[in-house]
């Protein structure tokens, strides 16, 4: 699930967990929901529906024909397809952790179990923290030999990363006060570092 392809995949499914829908109304709410980094084009869908129809995941009819045009073919999720979906939903390995992936399992967090939520948000807080030492460690040693708009962009990547930590971790107390039986997760890659405070 880790590949571009794979998490297309897993956000139409979503998708038409809700509703049926047609190609168009597919890609516009792919585009405004989890806001990738360019835009979805109908030659990255079409190729990916086309593919979960051959493996049986969704199913595709002729919609309501509209007045002189041609009926717009409607996309609906199997039963296999529920089943596809909900494994992948529980997979809490670092593919989850991952920017694009991250979104769209987030996305869905209404329909994954508390425990899977939990370990996916601590890997992908392990995951910033690692991110964040990394950028503090580049401008350490660059900070005397580069370009102002390159240090600017160095301090912008620092800060976005400082604020998705703080955010991971509210979200990690929420999840933990509302299921306080839960134990630490084991999925992150690291322990996570010794307090020092808040970082702003």
């Known amino acids: 699930m880790g590949n571009r392809s794979g998490v297309l995949e897993l956000a139409v499914l979503g998708l038409l967990h809700e509703a049926p829908m047609h190609g168009y109304e597919l890609r516009k709410r792919v585009n405004a929901q989890f806001g990738w ?16 129809l051959r493996n049986g995941l969704i199913t595709a009819d002729p919609g309501t024909p509209e007045a002189g045009r041609r009926p717009k073919i409607v996309y609906t999720i199997t039963a296999d397809g529920k089943d596809h979906f909900a494994h992948a939903m529980h997979d809490a390995g ?60 160095q301090r912008h990547g620092l800060e976005s990363a400082e604020r998705e930590v703080r955010w991971l971790n509210e979200l990690i107390d929420g999840e933990r006060r509302q299921q306080p039986f839960l134990p630490p997760s084991s999925t992150s890659p690291h322990p996570p570092p010794p307090d020092q405070g808040d970082s702003r």
């Open 37 to 52: 980094g360019r835009v979805l084009s109908f030659g990255s869908l079409y190729p990916c529906l086309k593919a979960m």
């Open 94 to 153: 670092p593919s989850a952790w991952e920017d694009d992936t991250f979104g769209v399992r987030f996305s869905f967090f209404g329909r994954t179990d508390p425990a899977t939520r939990l370990r996916i948000l601590e890997g992908r807080r392990a995951r910033m923290e690692e991110r964040l030492a990394n950028f503090r460690a580049a401008m350490s040693r660059t900070a005397e030999r580069v370009d102002a708009y390159t240090l600017e962009l």
